[in-house]
């Protein structure tokens, strides 16, 4: 008997994503149809092995015809942002930006990092009802991003505003308005990194702005020469308000919608955060599960080159293929019977929240250390925390955004 199809257009709903609860569509599509065809015109993939296969395969599985859904049939002069390159033009763009997210940098915040988190969590009562959007994780990454650009932290409400304009169904902001405040954030960033060029300062920001952008063999990267910076081979305008962009907005959104929706589920699971307060080693191995578990970028696009097959579905060359990370993972077939539990002591956890590949997020580290340190704290100060209200959700299909959640910590 043929299995019914689920509903695959939903995933471009946005109430399926309001409600906060697509998981049971994503179940019955790795069931049944884990490869499935969607009226937009775009492949849905939502099983876990092939995801992660598709991500380690960008000759097959190309980023620069778009990575929204809302682009397919999209071109641009260049790209708008380093997810949207394949190697080797990808490769030679994350070379220029990967030296301020190695490691021993990361650690050279974690002292700035702890500073500012502490600010905040300090202002939390104990026992009072607070809504930890506005309270915490709305500030504390855009603080954390303005260090890292050399700029002024107090203006973090205003990145806040440029950010959420980026991310589709982030904002209730018409389109002319989403557009004005596009153009605000490309004016500032490029004005910063003009200035960085006159008189470079110890922040990445300099580091990019003073970038060029030649391979090491001397080759000029994917755009003509006509598409150059100021100097032969220095990075373009274009190219460096892809990256500042990129960094704004992935830099922040991400982290604060897995510190909104970790800590959101922690209360909805006392027992968890209690394991948490015993043992405090299981911190790290809570933040890959709140990782897993709240999937903060939902999906990603690629596209096929080449005709090929993703399990056993054929895919003619030019089709989109949607990741839906968000289903890989809870896959039973990679997390077990429990993937639908949150457990803060699992391990082996192959979450693919980071992405996967040549795409593996930069800022993967530096945003472990913020929750790491967030729960930290929170745990020194808190026996207990318990939901106040429902967790409101924005609409995005691409974002796992929180637009409120009302928790009460308790000493």
Same mark, same amino acid.
């Given at each position: 008997?043929?299995?019914?199809?689920?509903?695959?257009?939903?995933?471009?709903?946005?109430?399926?994503?309001?409600?906060?609860?697509?998981?049971?569509?994503?179940?019955?599509?790795?069931?049944?149809?884990?490869?499935?065809?969607?009226?937009?015109?775009?492949?849905?993939?939502?099983?876990?092995?092939?995801?992660?296969?598709?991500?380690?395969?960008?000759?097959?599985?190309?980023?620069?015809?778009?990575?929204?859904?809302?682009?397919?049939?999209?071109?641009?002069?260049?790209?708008?942002?380093?997810?949207?390159?394949?190697?080797?033009?990808?490769?030679?763009?994350?070379?220029?930006?990967?030296?301020?997210?190695?490691?021993?940098?990361?650690?050279?915040?974690?002292?700035?990092?702890?500073?500012?988190?502490?600010?905040?969590?300090?202002?939390?009562?104990?026992?009072?009802?607070?809504?930890?959007?506005?309270?915490?994780?709305?500030?504390?990454?855009?603080?954390?991003?303005?260090?890292?650009?050399?700029?002024?932290?107090?203006?973090?409400?205003?990145?806040?505003?440029?950010?959420?304009?980026?991310? $589709? !169904?982030?904002? *209730?902001?018409? #389109? @002319?308005?989403?557009?004005?405040?596009?153009? =605000?954030?490309?004016?500032? &960033? +490029?004005?910063?990194?003009?200035?960085?060029?006159?008189?470079?300062?110890?922040?990445?920001?300099?580091?990019?702005?003073?970038?060029?952008?030649?391979?090491?063999?001397?080759?000029?990267?994917? $755009? !003509?020469?006509? *598409?150059?910076? #100021? @100097?032969?081979?220095?990075?373009?305008?274009? =190219?460096?308000?892809?990256? &500042? +962009?990129?960094?704004?907005?992935?830099?922040?959104?991400?982290?604060?919608?897995?510190?909104?929706?970790?800590?959101?589920?922690?209360?909805?699971?006392?027992?968890?955060?209690?394991?948490?307060?015993?043992?405090?080693?299981?911190?790290?191995?809570?933040?890959?599960?709140?990782?897993?578990?709240?999937?903060?970028?939902?999906?990603?696009?690629?596209?096929?080159?080449?005709?090929?097959?993703?399990?056993?579905?054929?895919?003619?060359?030019?089709?989109?293929?949607?990741?839906?990370?968000?289903?890989?993972?809870?896959?039973e077939s990679v997390f077990?019977?429990?993937?639908?539990?949150?457990?803060?002591?699992?391990?082996?956890?192959?979450?693919?929240?980071?992405?996967?590949?040549?795409?593996?997020?930069?800022?993967?580290?530096?945003?472990?250390?913020?929750?790491?340190?967030?729960?930290?704290?929170?745990?020194?100060?808190?026996?207990?925390?318990?939901?106040?209200?429902?967790?409101?959700?924005?609409?995005s299909p691409v974002i796992?955004?929180?637009?409120?959640?009302?928790?009460?910590?308790?000493?």
């Amino acid at each position: 008997m043929t299995a019914v199809r689920p509903d695959v257009e939903q995933l471009t709903d946005p109430a399926l994503y309001q409600s906060g609860d697509p998981f049971a569509l994503y179940a019955a599509l790795r069931r049944t149809h884990p490869v499935a065809w969607h009226g937009r015109g775009f492949w849905a993939v939502s099983t876990h092995p092939e995801v992660a296969a598709i991500g380690t395969d960008p000759e097959t599985f190309c980023s620069e015809r778009g990575i929204l859904v809302d682009e397919i049939g999209s071109t641009y002069d260049s790209p708008p942002t380093m997810m949207h390159t394949d190697p080797p033009q990808h490769t030679r763009y994350r070379r220029l930006v990967q030296p301020g997210f190695k490691p021993s940098m990361v650690r050279l915040m974690e002292a700035g990092v702890t500073k500012k988190a502490r600010v905040l969590i300090d202002r939390i009562d104990s026992g009072e009802p607070v809504d930890i959007v506005p309270a915490l994780s709305i500030p504390f990454p855009l603080q954390v991003i303005c260090e890292l650009l050399g700029v002024d932290g107090e203006q973090w409400p205003r990145f806040y505003e440029w950010s959420e304009a980026v991310i $589709p !169904g982030e904002s *209730d902001n018409p #389109p @002319e308005v989403r557009a004005r405040l596009q153009g =605000e954030m490309w004016e500032y &960033l +490029i004005g910063v990194a003009n200035a960085r060029r006159v008189s470079p300062a110890d922040d990445l920001v300099s580091v990019l702005a003073t970038a060029h952008s030649r391979s090491e063999g001397g080759s000029q990267r994917g $755009p !003509g020469p006509e *598409d150059a910076g #100021p @100097e032969d081979g220095q990075l373009s305008e274009a =190219e460096l308000a892809m990256f &500042l +962009i990129q960094l704004l907005v992935a830099g922040n959104e991400t982290t604060r919608n897995l510190l909104s929706g970790g800590l959101a589920v922690l209360a909805d699971h006392p027992k968890q955060w209690a394991a948490l307060r015993a043992d405090r080693a299981l911190v790290p191995t809570a933040v890959e599960e709140l990782l897993r578990w709240t999937t903060p970028v939902i999906s990603f696009m690629r596209t096929a080159t080449r005709p090929t097959t993703i399990g056993r579905q054929a895919i003619a060359e030019g089709d989109p293929v949607l990741l839906l990370y968000a289903s890989a993972n809870r896959d039973e077939s990679v997390f077990g019977p429990d993937a639908d539990r949150l457990r803060v002591d699992r391990n082996p956890n192959p979450q693919l929240s980071f992405g996967f590949g040549p795409h593996f997020c930069l800022g993967a580290a530096l945003a472990r250390l913020e929750a790491r340190t967030v729960l930290n704290l929170l745990l020194d100060r808190f026996a207990t925390l318990e939901p106040a209200g429902p967790v409101v959700r924005t609409p995005s299909p691409v974002i796992a955004g929180v637009r409120q959640a009302r928790l009460v910590f308790t000493s």
